[in-house]
């Protein structure tokens, strides 16, 4: 709020409370919804083949599930009472949405990794997604009850603390944060969760373009091109992955896919980036499988070299609509991989320098990306509840800095979250009681996959197929 002070921005933030009261955001709400109908509307618009690949994802655990079904929760969302402070969210914050990249400087930094459905929203949505994952993680992993509060109350503590803090901050200290891997572990993690992140810092730091050019890229002839791998691999016209009215196969040549949406792209970054990318040669592009969220939506990953035949890997990824701009309405996007790209810049403390967007054939959205650029994730495999709960007060910082950076309103948030553990206590039985109905949305996924009402295939069958 332009002009008002302090105390006129906490006034805002504790009358939001009268609107929705801290203690109401235990209640999931009366679900009236066919979950297999809002699955199959999110499919829209993707590969078809893909598709039933996505859904035999979905189908491994109740996490991978909740991962792709993201329209499900917005849906739920939408239908109970939600504050008014509204900013950019997330809006797919779940737990495995996060993690660690490089910043434009080399270092490593933690924060929100995944902007597909960024949209405005109720600050809370991106909470209640993300405290929500946890519950469902912990379940998983076979924890007691009481592990699993205690990963969520990390979490919603550590963003209420985190907000208070940023309250308090000067508007270019904020935008200047940035949580480094240095910081987080000495401020979260317990001394065995130090040493596990140390080396996966080791290996990360072997993510670099450099590092994998030998594992996905082979010569031929005078020429670089990437190898046919599992989720990344080359379309020719004849592929039964495609059908014939996709823009990859009705165009026939894959270069006039890619050049004309590469051109596009280059307008969207500032002059001095064109210049750097002015100095590298595209050599090769392939399709690649994106994850669960987002397979079946198109994604190209370009190939390019520099004088010296260093590489750099762009991805070009299919914009789809946010599910979250379904159910609650904001004003819609010029173009949905701007929409992607202006908000991941504004919740993420440092952006990718080659961040930008690109019309592709038939009028198809997309935005651009490096890949292979010191990306590093959980391996919920080897957490243990110490593990869980560090990682769950970092996920907290991380949306708590980009909540506060994007919107400017951590004073109004943390005057309504307030400094008691209300608004926590009632977020974590939010997150148990959806637990129970993304279990039992998941075990109704299993039936139709399982009757053939919905086709799911795994990686193995669609191998066979063509390769992936």
Not at 41 to 68: C, D, H, N, T, W
Not at 95 to 124: A, C, I, K, M, Y
Request: aromatic share 8%.
């Amino acid at each position: 709020m332009k002009g008002s002070t302090i105390a006129e921005r906490e006034a805002v933030g504790r009358a939001a409370r009268e609107r929705s009261k801290r203690s109401s955001h235990r209640a999931v709400g009366e679900i009236r919804r066919d979950p297999l109908e809002l699955i199959r509307q999110s499919s829209e618009g993707r590969i078809r083949k893909l598709v039933a690949l996505r859904y035999g994802r979905m189908a491994a655990s109740p996490l991978a599930f909740l991962r792709g079904s993201a329209i499900l929760q917005a849906h739920d969302l939408g239908q109970v009472p939600h504050t008014d402070l509204v900013l950019p969210i997330c809006g797919d914050s779940h737990l495995l949405n996060f993690g660690g990249f490089s910043t434009p400087d080399r270092q490593l930094v933690f924060d929100v990794n995944d902007f597909d459905e960024v949209s405005h929203g109720p600050f809370e949505w991106d909470l209640k997604r993300l405290v929500a994952s946890f519950a469902v993680t912990a379940r998983q992993l076979g924890f007691s009850r009481g592990a699993a509060h205690d990963a969520v109350m990390s979490a919603v503590l550590q963003y209420r603390d985190r907000v208070a803090q940023y309250a308090q901050s000067g508007t270019l200290e904020l935008w200047y944060e940035r949580i480094t891997f240095d910081r987080m572990i000495e401020a979260v993690l317990a001394p065995e969760g130090r040493r596990r992140i140390r080396r996966g810092m080791e290996k990360a730091a072997g993510r670099i373009h450099e590092g994998m050019l030998d594992k996905v890229v082979e010569r031929v002839d005078d020429r670089l091109v990437m190898r046919d791998l599992p989720g990344l691999f080359h379309v020719h016209v004849g592929d039964t992955l495609f059908t014939s009215e996709d823009d990859g196969v009705r165009i026939g040549d894959g270069h006039k896919l890619i050049d004309g949406a590469y051109a596009d792209y280059l307008q969207t970054l500032p002059p001095d980036r064109r210049e750097l990318l002015a100095q590298f040669t595209i050599q090769d592009f392939s399709f690649k499988v994106a994850g669960i969220g987002s397979l079946g939506a198109r994604c190209f990953v370009l190939l390019a070299t520099d004088p010296s035949g260093k590489p750099l890997f762009l991805q070009l990824k299919e914009a789809l609509p946010s599910v979250v701009a379904r159910f609650f309405k904001s004003k819609e996007p010029r173009h949905e991989g701007e929409r992607v790209v202006r908000a991941q810049q504004m919740l993420q403390a440092t952006s990718d320098i080659f961040l930008g967007w690109a019309t592709g054939p038939g009028g198809r959205p997309f935005y651009v990306r490096q890949l292979f650029d010191m990306k590093m994730s959980p391996n919920l495999e080897h957490v243990d509840t110490e593990l869980l709960n560090g990682y769950a007060r970092v996920c907290g910082w991380a949306l708590a800095r980009a909540h506060a950076r994007a919107s400017g309103k951590a004073i109004e948030i943390a005057a309504y979250i307030g400094r008691n553990d209300q608004f926590a206590e009632a977020l974590a039985d939010y997150a148990f009681a959806y637990a129970d109905q993304v279990e039992r949305d998941y075990d109704a996924f299993l039936k139709a996959c399982r009757s053939g009402a919905l086709d799911a295939r795994t990686d193995e069958d669609m191998a066979a197929d063509f390769r992936v």
